[in-house]
């Protein structure tokens, strides 16, 4: 092998293995190997010279990263055995070099940097896990409360009707405790711990879900005629928006075959619903209602679906004119369901869809912050969706 094609070799090896930061951090400190002129120094000499100054910096480099986090890891962590191995073939290849054994020296460096970039490559991903982890974290953190508000309203709204929540309480009582404690682990940076007592928190939830369907259910059949009613309500205009925003996304080139089958799906469940009502059958009404909940959902996230393109299309144009418009029509419509209450209309509803859409479009703001679009355009079409409710219910009603 001529002088030359080893050079190349080497430069492509180092390349290869050696991080470009490494060579940035450590380019100044001083090398454990001293320089060798190419007068005295054989081909090997010099390539295994090269190699263990990189090994050395790339050593110190790892080192400062892994020693502050080790007694963190598990015994059986990926990280500690390639770090180990490391180590292990770094003080094999010094040991080669400073008896001469250049060509053994080479392949052993090489093999210790091979080791060091897994470790460095791991950590990256452990670092960005755990990014992905408190982000994760923060949104069930809200999720969490948002959730803890509505079997609040349900307790009271059941003890109203006189239904025995006395189940539901307790459990209730120990889920927000189990949550709250995972709260104190976040604080506390413990995230091993509030991961393990995330789990507990769940299983609290999933018995608490059972209980809540159960009071849901049995609140839902003391109220079939007012629940019949709104739903009725709410469908009709959920079909007519979805009937003049299925014809605009056409006229926009979007895709609308799946918002086409679910509006006829939704008009056949719509159609029976009413028929019973109207005989005042307002417990079948109900029975309707609940065997369809999956097909009515369907539907309604089809709806929400157009609204995220509409909000795409205007975010894409100008981003900063459609927040200051969705934020002029919550402070309109503010004003509007307050003069409403004034006449006496009950604006209960409308007002929860319009805080509602106001905290979506908070979430899609800080999410547009953090660079996260697709999520953005999510919650910026709840905002769209229920922003429309509550404009209808103002027009019905003026």
Known sequence: MSMRIAWALMVLLLGSLVPLSVAQEEASNTTEIQQ?????????????????????????????????IRDKLPENST???HYEKAKEYKEKALEEFNNGSYYNSILDALTAMHHYKIVLRELKEGKEKVED??????????????????????????EKEGIDVSNLTVLYNETKQAYKVVLEDIKAKDFGKAREDLQVAKEKKMQLDKELRRVRKELAYANADRIVKGFLTRTSRGIAFAERAIQEAKIRGIDTAEAEDKLEEIKAIYDEVKSLAEQEKWEDA?????????????????????????????????????????????????????????RGVDTRRA????????????????????RKPALAREHFGIALRLLYSVEQFILSHS
């Open 36 to 68: 060798l002129s190419l007068d005295n120094a054989t081909r090997e000499q010099i390539i295994a010279e090269q190699l263990i100054n990189q090994l050395m910096r790339l050593d110190k480099f790892t080192e400062k990263r892994i020693e502050p």
């Open 79 to 81: 990280i500690l055995i």
């Open 133 to 158: 982890a408190r982000e994760w974290i923060r949104a069930e953190i809200e999720r969490t409360i948002r959730y803890f508000k509505f079997v609040e309203k349900t307790i009271r709204m059941a």
């Open 286 to 342: 109900l029975t309707v209602i609940i065997n369809n909940k999956a097909e009515i959902d369907a539907f309604f996230r089809s709806l929400n679906r157009i609204h995220e393109k509409f909000a795409e299309e205007k975010i894409k144009r100008d981003a900063g004119a459609f927040l200051r418009e969705m934020q002029d029509r919550i402070r309109k419509d503010t004003r509007a369901l307050q003069e409403l209450k004034r």
């Open 351 to 370: 007002e929860i869809e319009l805080r509602t859409a106001a905290q979506e479009l908070q979430i899609g703001l800080r999410l547009l912050k953090e």
